[in-house]
């Protein structure tokens, strides 16, 4: 089946910096998006969700990116800190019900 | 707002017992509950969806009498997991999703190790 992918499995940024997160899906049914934050043994965290009819969506510090024509998807985190150490998931659903995840980024900031 | 939780947060049982792993919507009434598994290093493994007073629809190549889930309530749902093997040995995320709002709220999950 269709399934939502990450490009790169490791991100390591210098605290300060800005972190750029990237994820590709496949399903052009889907409609609806949602960035996760993980932390080791904990579960997943909302971030910031988008829909499809926009291309931008801007939060504390985040900000999701959608390209519709190439399918692709980016998280933006400004100013990274230590505590944004963390696995970064993409998810993606065509009906708001269930959700397909990525594989999943690991952050790691530099100090 | 939001808030799910999961009990046990970590569970050791032997090989050939049974375990059950409790979800919780604390806050808000949960028409859907999902119960997901993650390997280490790996993603989230949707296992089954399962929505109150029904029963649980599972994804294809999961074992429906071995991961027996029950959603009596609007704010609870059930994972038992039958005759634990070794390989089950996982972790296991529930999520709820409210009636009319996007988005699925996940729980903190539950690391369970049978030896």
């Known amino acids: 089946g269709e399934s939502v992918g990450l490009h790169l499995p490791t991100l390591s940024v210098q605290e300060g910096d800005n972190s750029i997160i990237n994820c590709a899906y496949s399903?052009?049914?889907?409609?609806?998006f949602i960035w996760y934050k993980q932390e080791s043994g904990k579960g997943p965290q909302f971030i910031i969700d988008?829909?499809?009819?926009?291309d931008k969506r801007q939060g504390q510090r985040v900000t999701v990116l959608l390209n519709k024509t190439v399918k692709h998807l980016s998280l933006q985190i400004a100013a990274t800190q230590p505590g944004d150490s963390a696995v970064y998931f993409c998810a993606e659903t065509p009906n708001d019900y269930k959700l397909s995840f990525g594989a999943g980024t690991t952050v790691t900031v530099r100090a | 707002g939001a808030v799910v939780s999961q009990h046990p947060s970590w569970v050791i049982c032997k090989s050939g017992t049974s375990v059950k792993i409790e979800c919780r919507s604390l806050?808000?009434?949960?028409?859907?509950m999902f119960w997901y598994r993650q390997f280490p290093k790996q993603s989230l493994m949707l296992m089954a969806t399962s929505n109150e007073g029904s029963k649980a629809t599972y994804e294809q190549g999961v074992e429906k009498d071995k991961f027996l889930i029950n959603h009596a309530s609007l704010t609870l749902s059930t994972l038992t997991v039958t005759s634990a093997h070794p390989e089950d040995s996982s972790f296991y995320i529930c999520s709820a999703r409210a009636s009319g709002r996007a988005g699925q709220y996940f729980g903190p999950g539950t690391r369970l190790t049978v030896t």
């Open positions: 988008i829909r499809s009819n926009m």
């Open positions: 806050d808000f009434q949960a028409t859907t």
């Open positions: 399903n052009s049914a889907s409609d609806y």
